[in-house]
């Protein structure tokens, strides 16, 4: 048997797994020797117990799913002392679903501080340990990367989810607002906290969806001719002063790779209204950080980051009348970006300001993702670039709301040009 099982995608292995050429016992050891030896430079879980990975994998291998006992759960600490040593009794809604269609849960990966925050936990890049691999979501996006998950799943509030997939050269998907539930996931913002979902494939992508209920209001159009023929918008986005030379050349080279292969490409702006966006979410996800982080604060302000604590004392001085006019603002955006929206395939915009930044201490710029996680849109990172040290840079397919199968169909003819043709790989 091959020790190279672990790179399998999650569609490469359960296509194995209902053929009857590989046992999920016989994957999940691989992931796990993998892991063993990749932790101690990558650092990408905060917990896992090999022999509960197992226990579960041969239940998988060998019991009928209705005849399955329960499993102990893993604690929970949103890496905070604040909730050392804690561990739920339930497991959250996302985690519920996959152990319902039969998924591996492998174990924590780690994040920020309550995945709210911008200073790194110990997780490195695999592709560059002296880099940071992104934030909050750091475990998820590197553990991908590195071959030690095929999927896994993280939050996005700001740019959790989409920043550590570029940084870490993996495909991310952030769904439409609300559309896969939230439920036993600790709260940063109602408005804005949403499932992330991490693959390096599509297909892997579209896998997770069926599980979660992703679903269109029409069936998605899927090409048989790849990109030719689709009608795309490139968005640079009002913050388009922050990109550095790697994104810039990423959005000449993905535009360029487009057009090449049949596809109409049209740069759009946004409209005038749209100026406030990014500060509406910030207003807002600050606001809400102080209803959110407010318990731990009265309990334990000395253990908590010294971030959220200004969240909770309002050193970032929004009103409650800044607060209201934000949550109407955004509210009456999503409407008119779903109209632009809905003119094209997909809007091109990009992901990160640049490559994974030196060192990590910090998780980086979220400041390309923040509006679109207000405005509830499906987005998905595509990988396939690099910056000036040969760090992986993706860039970012937006669509209307309630468009994330549609969205999923382009990603797939997209991505197939970008990694083929773009100037990066994964030298993992």
Same mark, same amino acid.
């Given at each position: ?101 039969? %998924?591996?849960?492998? =174990? ?7 995945? &709210?925050? *911008? /200073?790194?936990? @110990? ?126 050349? %990423?959005?000449?080279? =993905? ?7 049949? &596809?109409? *490409? /049209?740069?759009? @702006? ?159």
């Amino acid at each position: 048997m091959s020790n190279d099982l672990y790179r399998f995608t999650a569609t490469e292995a359960l296509k194995r797994f209902e053929d009857g050429s590989l046992k999920v016992s016989e994957y999940a050891t691989s992931l796990l020797d993998h892991i063993d030896q990749r932790q101690p430079a990558v650092q990408a879980f905060e917990y896992i117990d090999r022999s509960q990975v197992l226990q579960q994998a041969r239940a998988l291998d060998d019991v009928p799913k209705d005849k399955r006992g329960p499993l102990h759960g893993m604690p929970t600490q949103h890496n905070s002392p604040i909730y050392k040593d804690d561990q739920p009794e339930l497991d959250a809604a996302s985690v519920i679903m996959l152990r319902a269609a039969g %998924a591996l849960i492998l =174990g924590k990966t780690r994040t920020t501080e309550f995945a &709210a925050t *911008v /200073k790194g936990p @110990a997780t490195t890049n695999p592709h560059d340990s002296s880099r940071t691999p992104g934030g909050s979501s750091s475990g998820s996006g590197a553990a991908v990367a590195d071959f030690q998950a095929p999927v896994a799943l993280g939050t996005q509030t700001g740019g959790s989810t989409i920043r550590p997939s570029s940084f870490n050269g993996v495909y991310a998907m952030k769904p439409t607002w609300a559309a896969i539930s939230r439920e036993g996931q600790k709260v940063y913002s109602l408005i804005l906290d949403t499932l992330g979902l991490y693959a390096r494939s599509v297909d892997d992508l579209k896998l997770l969806a069926e599980v979660f209920g992703l679903k269109d209001e029409q069936p998605p159009r899927v090409s048989t001719e790849g990109v030719q023929g689709m009608k795309f918008a490139l968005l640079r986005t009002m913050v388009w002063d922050q990109a550095g030379p790697g994104t810039r050349d %990423a959005m000449k080279k =993905g535009v360029e790779l487009l057009k090449s292969h049949g &596809a109409e *490409v /049209k740069e759009i @702006a946004f409209p005038a209204d749209f100026d406030r966006l990014p500060d509406w979410h910030s207003c807002i996800l600050k606001s809400d950080g102080r209803t959110a982080f407010r318990p731990e604060y009265m309990v334990a302000k000395d253990k908590l980051d010294r971030s959220l604590v200004e969240h909770v004392e309002e050193a970032h001085g929004y009103t409650r009348g800044a607060y209201v006019e934000a949550f109407e603002g955004v509210s009456a955006l999503r409407p008119k970006w779903d109209a632009i929206a809905r003119d094209y395939d997909a809007v091109i915009v990009p992901s990160v300001p640049d490559e994974a930044p030196e060192g990590i201490e910090s998780t980086g710029s979220a400041v390309f993702n923040g509006m679109w996680t207000a405005l509830h849109v499906p987005v998905i990172n595509v990988p396939g670039f690099q910056g000036e040290h040969g760090m992986p840079i993706g860039l970012s397919l937006v669509a209307p709301r309630y468009h994330d199968q549609a969205l999923l169909e382009v990603a797939k003819v997209v991505g197939e040009i970008w990694e083929r043709e773009g100037d990066w790989r994964s030298k993992l």
